[in-house]
């Protein structure tokens, strides 16, 4: 036994004696604990199913504290439940037939458009209200609208992006795109 381990021996005794055992016995236990909880968290982080759904439950929240925000400015703006207001959003993906069939799905209520990204690695799809436009945007039915956003987005493995809501008759926008809050 080398003097560091014997030391190290002596010192776990004399700190086990000292203590009646039980201070020295709820370290380990700690220590034991927090060893576990590394060894998972390693095991976790490697799996690709697990780093896309963190990813994707921490982006939710994010996009909804923006929806609250978003809709706070707007309200601030005098936007009411009776302003008309034109809609246009984004997702991206990297698998242009898994952003084709998310497109397919929301033009039941949006114009669409899928196209390769400017850095054609990755794949858009642009969605409009527009000629037309939606009314009643209070904060209950912009956040409800958001989550159902990323929750279809995240069904196609797709990632609901931005939005833009405009009123066109004042000529005034909101976008989450200028919004950077972090709801951790």
């Given amino acids: 036994m080398t003097q560091d381990n014997l030391c190290r021996k002596s010192d776990n005794h004399a ?3 000292s203590c009646g055992g039980q201070r020295f016995e709820l370290v380990n236990q700690l220590r034991n604990l927090v060893i576990a909880d590394v060894r998972r968290l390693r095991f976790m982080t490697d799996d690709p199913q697990h780093i896309w759904t963190d990813y994707y ?3 939710r929240r994010r996009r909804i504290a923006e929806a609250r925000i978003l809709q706070s400015q707007m309200s601030a703006d005098g936007v009411t ?3 008309i207001l034109a809609l246009d959003f984004k997702h991206f993906g990297n698998v242009e037939s ?3 069939r998310l497109a397919d799905q929301l033009s039941e209520n949006y114009a669409m458009a899928v196209s390769p990204s400017t850095d054609t690695e990755s794949w858009i799809a642009l969605g409009t209200t527009r000629p037309g436009g939606i ?3 209070n904060e209950e039915r912009c956040t409800d609208w958001v989550g159902f956003m990323c929750d279809v987005a995240n ?3 797709c990632v609901f992006s931005t939005w833009t809501l405009t009123d066109p008759v004042r000529q005034l926008s909101w976008t989450n795109e200028s919004i950077d809050v972090d709801p951790e």
């Fill in 15 to 17: 700190m086990h004696q």
């Fill in 135 to 137: 009314d009643g945007m």
């Fill in 98 to 100: 898994d952003l084709r």
């Fill in 155 to 157: 069904s196609y493995a």
């Fill in 57 to 59: 439950a921490r982006l």
């Fill in 81 to 83: 439940d009776d302003t």
